[in-house]
């Protein structure tokens, strides 16, 4: 079955320091990556996908994330935090049986 | 795109009574459905999905049901609620021929006491 790690379950930056929020993903064979962003009592909202083709993936906020096959990984950065940043942010890839697997989450805390 | 609806947002119920939570979908038709739990500080849980109308599958053996009586109609239902089944509830439509993401409904708040 397909696995997700995110290490670090809290995750506090500075206002306008680079953000960088870890993912590694379990998969023989390269899978379907996404960032989800969850604000205090709502949903879970797409930051961004990878599915095929570039490697560097850009999305909303002015997050990106990109894709190495060779380490397994999906890392997310934005170049500078801002307070609207804080959040929770959750990466997942396809599981089987038309399921996502989803990692346990990081807390973003950003301090002004 | 999708969109997910979910009511309601914030739910109080005593232990022993039932628990009825609907969402529907617009924008797709035939989606794949499904159901988690988030507990404090402990990420998404999977309880159910669906592929289709009728077809159920569950992830965790648990004191919850789920139903699908129409296409774009997913319901969360409880006999008698337990402590344990405090926790936010979200509700998430998506399609494999879609690239497999997943669109999330705002989710509502059950409080047992």
């Known amino acids: 079955a397909q696995s997700v790690t995110q290490l670090g379950s809290h995750v506090s930056v500075s206002e306008g320091a680079l953000v960088l929020l870890r993912c590694n993903y379990s998969?023989?064979?390269?899978?379907?990556l996404f960032w989800y962003v969850q604000y205090p009592n709502q949903g879970l909202q797409l930051l961004l996908k990878y599915t095929t083709g570039a490697t560097l993936v850009k999305g909303i906020n002015g997050f990106e994330a990109e894709f190495k096959k060779s380490e397994t990984s999906f890392h997310l950065t934005k170049p500078s935090a801002h307070m609207s940043d804080a959040a929770e942010y959750f990466c997942?890839?396809?599981?089987?049986?038309?399921?996502?697997?989803f990692g346990k989450g990081n807390q973003v805390v950003v301090i002004p | 795109s999708q969109t997910i609806h979910q009511w309601p947002a914030t739910l109080v119920q005593p232990v022993g009574s039932p628990l009825s939570l609907e969402c529907t979908v617009e924008g797709t038709s035939n989606p794949n459905l499904y159901w988690y739990r988030q507990a404090a500080g402990r990420g998404l849980q999977l309880l159910f999905y669906?592929?289709?109308?009728?077809?159920i599958s569950s992830e965790v053996p648990q004191n919850l049901s789920a139903s699908r009586p129409q296409d774009r109609q997913f319901i969360l239902s409880s006999k008698k609620l337990l402590l344990s089944d405090s926790g936010f509830y979200l509700c998430a439509g998506g399609r494999v021929s879609l690239g497999y993401e997943q669109y999330f409904g705002p989710g509502t708040r059950l409080t047992v006491t």
């Open positions: 997942a890839s396809q599981g089987g049986n038309n399921r996502l697997a």
């Open positions: 669906s592929v289709g109308i009728g077809q």
């Open positions: 998969s023989s064979v390269p899978p379907y």
